[in-house]
């Protein structure tokens, strides 16, 4: 069983500062591992992901993120957040051998950027 | 661009009535889920489907039916609603080859009194 975990709940930051949001995983085998990004009142917009490969992937917006296979992680990460990148966070993973391709979410981290 | 699209999109309804949610997308994906979000739960997997005629069960299917009559249709059916499944749902689609990229809709809040 697969399983995500975001251990911040909030991260508050000011405009123009850089930004790291933590994303650690429990699976051994082959997975898929996903950024959702949701802001307030809407439904979940896809940021990027990382199967195979370079390590560090570049999505929208400048945000990107590093898989580290050794310490079961994914964060994402931003060199200078706008006002507008308040939102919440989810982390997901995907099995390859789970055959329904289901996404598994983290809780998620509610980002909040102050003026 | 993808479209997902939801209905209604706030419902308030009575303990023990029938609630339907109803999901349309025109993607053209194979794929559909129904999920539900609730604080400090993040997002969990009601029913999922593979295509029109199919339903499976996801981690959390417990007073809930699906219906895919259709590539494009997918409805969540809360039989007898409890206060309970007040909560916001999703619905989302994806491809079969690469449904770690789903497309969400706007979600829809339901109140159960």
């Known amino acids: 069983t697969q399983t995500v975990s975001q251990s911040d709940a909030h991260v508050t930051v000011f405009e123009g500062d850089s930004v790291e949001l933590r994303c650690n995983y429990s699976?051994?085998?082959?997975?898929?591992l996903s950024w959702y990004i949701q802001h307030h009142g809407r439904g979940l917009q896809f940021l990027l992901k990382?199967?195979?490969?370079?390590?560090v992937v570049q999505g929208v917006n400048g945000f990107k993120a590093e898989f580290s296979k050794s310490d079961s992680s994914f964060h994402l990460r931003k060199a200078s957040v706008h006002w507008s990148d308040s939102a919440v966070y989810f982390c997901a993973v995907s099995a390859a051998s789970s055959g329904s391709w289901q996404l598994i979410f983290g809780s998620g981290t509610q980002l909040t950027v102050m003026p | 661009e993808a479209a997902v699209t939801q209905s209604p999109r706030n419902k308030v309804a009575v303990t023990g009535g029938k609630v339907t949610l109803s999901c349309n997308q025109t993607?053209?994906?194979?794929?559909m889920y129904w999920y539900r979000q609730d604080t400090g739960h993040g997002l969990r997997l009601i029913h999922y489907s593979y295509g029109a005629g199919s339903t499976e069960k996801g981690d959390i299917p417990d007073g809930y039916k699906a219906s895919r009559p259709s590539q494009e249709n997918f409805s969540l059916i809360l039989e007898l609603a409890t206060p309970s499944q007040t909560s916001v749902y999703f619905c989302?689609?994806?491809?079969?080859?690469?449904?770690?990229?789903?497309?969400f809709g706007p979600g829809t809040r339901l109140t159960v009194l």
């Open positions: 990382y199967y195979s490969g370079n390590p």
């Open positions: 993607n053209n994906h194979n794929n």
């Open positions: 699976y051994g085998g082959s997975i898929y």
């Open positions: 989302a689609s994806g491809d079969r080859a690469g449904s770690y990229e789903q497309y």
